[in-house]
Nanobody
């Protein structure tokens, strides 16, 4: 059974940094996408960053240049390095993996591409 466990969230001041981790078990990274999403209270879920096993990455416009997604396949772990954090980054952050083929029309930052999700880790940025 696939399990994804996020860690690394916390409270930081504006301009600070955090690194989120997503440890996967029961799953070997396949030739599909893995991503980070976030959801703030009262807002829709937002795709933050995604990485394909080939190394291709894509980012949401609001985090480009500040966040970096990367993976360590040997450790089955996905990471999200977040720099220059701002209060608008405050949200619950979730990692997700795709293990089944989906429509190629689905963008990498579409939540519908992913079929396994972690429970999330909270990130709070104060001004």
């Amino acid at each position: 059974q696939v399990q994804l466990v996020e860690s690394g969230g916390g409270s930081v001041q504006s301009g600070g940094s955090l690194r989120l981790s997503c440890a996967a078990s029961g799953y070997r990274y396949s030739n599909h996408w893995k991503g980070w999403f976030r959801q703030a209270p009262g807002k829709e879920r937002e795709g933050v960053a995604a990485i394909h096993n080939s190394g291709n990455t894509t980012y949401g416009d609001s985090v480009k240049g500040r966040f970096t997604i990367y993976q360590d396949n040997a450790k089955n772990t996905l990471y999200l390095q977040m720099n220059d954090l701002i209060p608008e980054d405050t949200a619950m952050y979730y990692c997700a993996v795709q293990t089944k083929n989906t429509s190629p029309a689905l963008q990498a930052l579409s939540g519908r591409r992913y079929n396994y999700w972690g429970r999330g880790t909270q990130v709070t940025v104060s001004s």
